[in-house]
C-alpha cells in the first residue's frame, strides 16, 4: 500500500553557487555526516550535494509536511543498503511523521530513486506499508 509519494528537481548550478556562497554553514544545515562523506569524495560533488537535496525535498512531500510540523532537513539522511540502492534514514520529527502515517499492523519501506544529466539532479520517494510478518 503507497502511503506517500514525492518527486523533485533541482538545477545542479543552485546548489553549486549555494557551496561557493555558503560553504560550511550550508553543508551543515542541510546534510548529515553520512551525506558529507560520500559528496566530498566525489568528482561531481555538487551533483553528489544536489541529488541527496532533492531526495530531502521529495521525501518531505512523501510525508505530506514539507519542511513544517517538526520536519527538518537533517531528519533524512539518504544511505545506501548493502546492495548499492538508495534509500532514506528518518529520525526526530520526520520519523515521528512517518510512524503517525504508519497503519497499525504495518511496516514501512522507502523506496528512492537518483538521477542527474546536467544541469539537473532528481528524485523520487514512494513510501509504501505492508504487513508486518
Given amino acids: ?11 545542479i548550478r543552485r546548489i553549486e553557487k549555494t557551496l561557493e556562497r555558503w560553504g560550511e554553514k550550508f553543508i551543515d544545515r542541510i546534510f548529515t555526516e553520512e551525506e558529507r562523506k560520500r559528496s566530498e569524495r566525489k568528482a561531481g ?17 512523501a510525508l505530506g509536511t514539507g519542511f513544517r510540523d517538526g520536519v527538518f532537513w537533517r531528519d533524512m539522511g539518504v544511505v545506501n543498503l548493502p546492495s548499492g540502492a538508495p534509500t532514506l534514514v528518518l529520525t526526530g520529527g520526520a520519523l515521528e511523521r512517518l510512524q503517525a502515517m504508519t497503519p497499525p499492523g504495518m511496516e514501512v519501506r522507502i523506496d528512492l530513486t ?20
Fill in 1 to 11: 500500500m503507497i502511503i506517500g509519494i514525492g518527486s523533485d528537481l533541482i538545477d
Fill in 45 to 61: 560533488r555538487a551533483a553528489s550535494y544536489a541529488k541527496r537535496y532533492a531526495a530531502k525535498e521529495a521525501c518531505s512531500k
Fill in 114 to 133: 537518483l538521477t542527474d544529466e546536467e544541469p539537473l539532479a532528481s528524485a523520487l520517494v514512494l513510501i509504501s506499508a505492508e504487513p508486518k510478518t
